[in-house]
């Protein structure tokens, strides 16, 4: 099998950890010996429903994350992060408790959770340790799943190492269980799912209900995905997500008897089972506030789903259409956007060229995503960049995401 192309970050991490393996552990050769590597993602449409069963439309973009390293004969795991320049070291023999020595250091937290639930599962590979470097191109906390790629580079890493070659879902999951453990957030499956099941200029189709997906070509001519990175941290982010999650649960719990006793056979499990028209006849068995946020939820998935159907038939203009009311809904009655977010968005609507425009991911921050004209690019770029520090008060960062991610492994480099 011819092996996949050893992207420039992934040979990067291999350089790095040659280097600092050489220096902390004293040895004069350090070749790592494995190495694997994952995408972040965008996410075209669709955001806030995949933990309601619904439907997401991800994409896996030209940015990384790799571990490069090799097995250790201690039970001990030590991780170096290129980007921190910090060192993070954590039992392996599941003596310690899991609050352990890595707790200053989140990034370690990913790597270690993903690890255990690769234990967990019986695929992690038959070694006593590993040592290994990680580098990424992936902005942390722009909203572009940073930490979704460090574990499924750790997963990929993991069978670089000669653990499972598990299904690719299967590896969705149990990285998303190591996101919710390490981050402490009851995530979806959408970032990890992108991650694992990426495919170069296409969008995935995900029905988070039965985890069937459908790629659909996501490159339209003439026109370019941009990601404009508001620099806002998501310090809400985690346990503002945790209450949206559960007052969609709180919706469906106080919509299901009567839904279910109106329709004999209906099940209502969760918001992907609500429709307008529900929400319309029964909206008055809930308050205001689960009122607009189960109205996101059944909105989104129906944009999702007409987006799908734009893309497929290479419908531009409905497509930014989509994207605009998606972000109306986030902002409005989901309430996950924050004014430097609203304020990107306004401004790339406003620049003609830009077909559309809305806030990714969790929100409270990170990045919004822009369908442009590619002849109008530089154009939306200067707009961004010159514009939004004056209105929003700091630096934001403009990039143009290319669809060509994709989770990789490599073993035994000098044999490659
Ligand atoms: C984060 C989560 C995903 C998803 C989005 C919102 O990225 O990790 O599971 O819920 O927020 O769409």
Not at 168 to 175: F, Y
Not at 236 to 262: G, I
Request: glycine residues 8%.
């Amino acid at each position: 099998m011819t092996p996949d192309p050893l992207p420039s970050v992934a040979e990067r991490a291999a350089r790095v950890y040659a280097e600092v393996a050489a220096a902390r552990f004293h040895q004069p050769t350090s070749a790592a010996s494995a190495i694997g590597w994952a995408p972040g993602r965008i996410n075209l449409i669709g955001e806030h429903t995949d933990y309601s069963e619904g439907f997401v439309l991800p994409a896996a973009i030209d940015r990384l994350v790799a571990l490069a390293g090799r097995a250790e004969d201690e039970p001990f795991a030590s991780v170096y992060s290129a980007h921190h320049l910090a060192w993070a070291h954590f039992p392996l023999d599941g003596s310690a408790d899991d609050a352990g020595s890595d707790d200053t250091q989140p990034w370690a937290r990913y790597v270690r959770a993903t690890w255990r639930e690769l234990a967990l599962a019986g695929a992690a590979p038959p070694v006593r340790g590993f040592s290994a470097a990680i580098v990424g191109d992936v902005p942390l906390g722009g909203g572009l799943s940073s930490s979704a790629a460090l574990e499924v580079a750790t997963a990929m890493f993991a069978r670089a190492l000669g653990g499972d070659a598990l299904e690719p879902m299967a590896v969705a999951r149990l990285c998303q269980r190591a996101e919710q453990a390490g981050a402490s957030v009851r995530v979806g499956i959408m970032d990890q799912a992108a991650s694992c099941l990426g495919k170069p200029q296409h969008a995935l189709l995900l029905d988070c209900r039965s985890l069937e997906y459908d790629y659909i070509a996501a490159d339209l001519p003439g026109l370019a995905w941009a990601v404009f990175d508001t620099r806002v941290p998501h310090t809400l982010a985690a346990s503002e997500y945790n209450v949206r999650r559960a007052q969609c649960e709180a919706a469906v719990a106080r919509l299901a008897p009567t839904l279910e006793a109106e329709t004999p056979g209906r099940s209502v499990a969760a918001l992907r089972d609500v429709t307008l028209a529900d929400l319309a006849a029964h909206g008055d068995l809930l308050d205001a506030t689960l009122l607009r946020r189960a109205r996101h939820v059944a909105t989104e998935d129906e944009r999702t789903l007409r987006a799908s159907r734009a893309l497929r038939q290479g419908d531009a203009a409905t497509l930014g259409h989509l994207l605009d009311a998606s972000h109306r809904s986030l902002r409005d009655d989901f309430a996950v956007s924050c004014p430097e977010l609203d304020t990107a968005v306004e401004i790339a609507r406003a620049t003609p060229g830009t077909l559309g425009a809305r806030m990714m991911g969790g929100g409270f921050g990170g990045s919004i995503l822009a369908l442009v004209r590619r002849d109008a690019l530089d154009q939306l770029a200067a707009r961004l960049t010159a514009e939004y520090p004056l209105r929003a008060g700091r630096d934001g960062e403009f990039f143009e995401c290319a669809l060509d991610g994709k989770a990789g492994v490599r073993k035994a480099l000098n044999s490659a």
